[in-house]
Structure formats: structure tokens, C-alpha cells
């Protein structure tokens, strides 16, 4: 996470005095749609736990603001719920299940609702190390240790307005998206469900059936190399996204922006590059996107704002973040997202290229 974020720290700007820049804008075409901003959120499959119906308040945020969302497989509100309550732009992401059959009914329920883009994330092969997990006791089934009861006591407005709401209303959250049979509480260790979601096993050939399945936008999540991007052009994908999973897969993995320009080069106008892990700043955006990317996703940073207020709080940090994002581009002398180019960079960016 440190070194996503270091990678964008790195590269420092140069303003550009003297441009008539008061007709500028951060609007972009993402697939053929406007968007707001070139900026999408990013499936968190924690979202719900940081606010009642987090996933909704984080829907109903992007929607206002003009931008995409992307629903989690892992997240704790049905995709049919969101769809159905909130209007704007809806991706899917999915995590393959070992059973294949029970990764197609979930494409299908997702096709059903409407969802625009197919997200399938390839980064996960078994899950991250994260020893913060073992430490705090957070694992299923839930095994609270002490140092983590101590933590929801400390905090009894996430108590009484998260969990408590919960289970005022709705009893304990469930993962809503996940196949019938496998949909118990998150609390609750559901028999064979580690094992079931343990897709070791996912290659190429399931690219393909789930680009016969699909006919929406289909992207990977997770590609860092060329020779995975130019093979995912192959199988007639639509996009990929240049993702290390914010830093918390695999241990030393290369920050994005330094794999981000070889294969934005690579790919060229062939797919649509998006780029995420370690966006916090509008100017991240405008880094990226000199770099090749046409978006960005946003992980922890619009999680941050909704686990402090909800859908205002999701609202804040989108604004925020396209705040200074219009600033980046004002103080740069660009008036559209397609002028942004490495030509506004200080440094030299290839010097952390292989
Ligand atoms: C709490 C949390 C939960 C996440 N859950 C998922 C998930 O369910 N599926 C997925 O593909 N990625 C998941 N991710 C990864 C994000 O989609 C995204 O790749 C990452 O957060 C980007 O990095 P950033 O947090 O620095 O913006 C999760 C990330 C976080 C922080």
C-alpha cells in the first residue's frame, strides 16, 4: 500500500503559466458514456460493514455525482436491491467460484439486473497474507479477540448505527450476491464455502465462456504484465484494469503507476486502460491519466468517506477529489482530460520502468 502510494508521490508537476484555462472540464467518455470524471468506484467488499447499507449510500453517491459504480460479489446488499433503488451507472465484479456453475448464476443474476460491465478480478489466485486480519481476530467464522472488543466498545456509533441497525432490522448481514447455498450470515462459517471460494483453478478458458455469457462490457481486474494484456485483447475483453488490489494481495507487489505505461502502450486504443490501488488525490487521477489511463478506481478513499457519513460522506470525498482534480488541471494549463500528458510531469517517469 505504501508503495502504491509512494509511486504517486513521486512524480512531481510542473504548472504552466499563462493558459486561458476557464473553460475547463473534467468530464471524459467512459465506454461510450459521459462521466463526470474519469473515476469509478471500486468493488470493497467491506463497504457495508463501514456504514448500514454502505453499498447503497455508496451507489446513491456515484449516481449523483455522475460517475460508475462497481458492486462487490463479497458486498452485503443484493445487486437486485441496488439496481432497483438507485438509478446511474451499475459494474459487477466477480469472484470465481471454484464450482463454475454456481460463478454462472451469478453472472446471470447480474445480467438480469441490468448491470452495465462484467468486472472479473484475476488478482486473487489465494487470498493476501493479511496478518492485520489475524491480529484483530477478523476472519470467518467471526472470532473476535479481545483487542477487537475492546475496539467496537471504543466506537458506539459504529455499534448502535452499523451493527446494531443491522440487527434491529435485518438481523446480521449476509453476503447478499453469493450463491444461494453459501449466503449465511458473515458471522457464520458456511459449511465448504472457504473451499468453494478458493479459485486457484481460475485461467484463460474461463475468460472465454464468460465472454460467450456476457454481452456487456467485460474487463479483468488485476492485470500487471503485457503479455496478459495483449492475451486478454484475444479473448475480446473491453477493458482491464491495471490493479495490485490496493497492496493487499501479494507481498512486494509493484506499485501500478510504474507498470501502468507499458501496457497502456501496449494496448493502445485496442481496450480501455483503467488503473487503481493507491488513488487519495484528484492530482493521482491526472498522474494516471498522463500515464495512459483513461480512469481510475477508488478503493479505500470513497470508503473512507462513507464509513464517516454514509452517502454524504461518499459525496464529500467524490467532491473533494474532483476539487482537486480540477485544480491539478487548472494549475497544469489543461482544459480537457485528453490534453493531460506526460508533458506536465517534472520528473522522469521512466525512470522507475523496468
Ligand atoms: C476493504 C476493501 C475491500 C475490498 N474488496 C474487494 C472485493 O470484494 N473485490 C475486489 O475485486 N477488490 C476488492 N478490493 C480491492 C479494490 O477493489 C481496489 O482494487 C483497491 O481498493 C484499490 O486500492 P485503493 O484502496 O488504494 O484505492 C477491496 C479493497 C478494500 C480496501
Known amino acids: 500500500m505504501a508503495g502504491n502510494r509512494s509511486a504517486f508521490q513521486d512524480v512531481k508537476l510542473r504548472h504552466r503559466a499563462l493558459v486561458d484555462v476557464s473553460g ?5 467518455m467512459l465506454f461510450g458514456k459521459p462521466s463526470a470524471l474519469p473515476m469509478v468506484i471500486a468493488p470493497t467488499g467491506a463497504a457495508g460493514l463501514c456504514w448500514y447499507r454502505g453499498e447503497m449510500a455508496l451507489a446513491k453517491a456515484a449516481a449523483a455525482a455522475g ?25 459487477f465484479q ?44 477478523f476472519a470467518l467464522p467471526f472470532n473476535p479477540s479481545p483487542r477487537f472488543l475492546m475496539d467496537v466498545a471504543r466506537h458506539p456509533s459504529w455499534t448502535l448505527g452499523v451493527m446494531g441497525r443491522y440487527l434491529t432490522t435485518i438481523g446480521m448481514p449476509k453476503h447478499e450476491n453469493y450463491p444461494a447455498e453459501f449466503r449465511s450470515a458473515i458471522t457464520a462459517g458456511a459449511a465448504g464455502r472457504r473451499d468453494e471460494m478458493q479459485v486457484d483453478s481460475l485461467n ?10 456476457w454481452p456487456g462490457i467485460l474487463m479483468l481486474k488485476g492485470v500487471n504484465r503485457i503479455d496478459d494484456a495483449l492475451k486478454a485483447l484475444t479473448y475480446g475483453v473491453d477493458g482491464i ?30 481496450c480501455t486502460v483503467i488503473l487503481d490501488s493507491g488513488i ?21 478513499a470513497t470508503l473512507y468517506g462513507t464509513a464517516v457519513g454514509g452517502q454524504d460522506g461518499a459525496a464529500k470525498a467524490i467532491d473533494i477529489i474532483k476539487t482537486e482534480m480540477d485544480k491539478t488541471m487548472a494549475y497544469t494549463g489543461c482544459n480537457t482530460v485528453d490534453e493531460i500528458s506526460t508533458d506536465i510531469f517534472f520528473n522522469d517517469w521512466r525512470s522507475n520502468q523496468k
Do not use: C
Open 280 to 300: 487519495r488525490r484528484g492530482s493521482d487521477i491526472v498522474k494516471a491519466m498522463a500515464l495512459g489511463a483513461k480512469a481510475v478506481l477508488t478503493g479505500r
Open 94 to 137: 466477480l469472484y470465481v467460484w471454484k464450482r463454475r456453475d454456481l460463478s454462472y448464476q451469478i453472472i446471470e443474476r447480474a445480467k438480469a439486473a441490468g448491470y452495465e460491465a462484467l468486472i472479473v478480478t484475476v488478482d486473487s489466485a489465494v487470498p493476501g497474507n493479511r496478518e492485520y486480519n489475524s491480529r484483530n481476530g
Open 24 to 28: 475547463r472540464s473534467t468530464k471524459t
Open 241 to 270: 484494469i491495471v490493479s495490485n488490489h490496493g497492496g493487499r494481495n501479494m507481498d512486494s507487489a509493484a506499485a501500478t503507476l510504474d507498470v501502468l505505461p507499458e501496457i497502456a502502450g501496449a494496448v493502445g486504443d485496442k
Open 67 to 91: 460517475i460508475p459504480l462497481t458492486l462487490s460479489t463479497a458486498s452485503m446488499t443484493a445487486m437486485e436491491t441496488i439496481a432497483d433503488h438507485v438509478g446511474g451507472r451499475l459494474w
Open 204 to 213: 484463460w478458458d474461463d475468460i472465454a465462456r464468460f465472454r460467450d455469457m
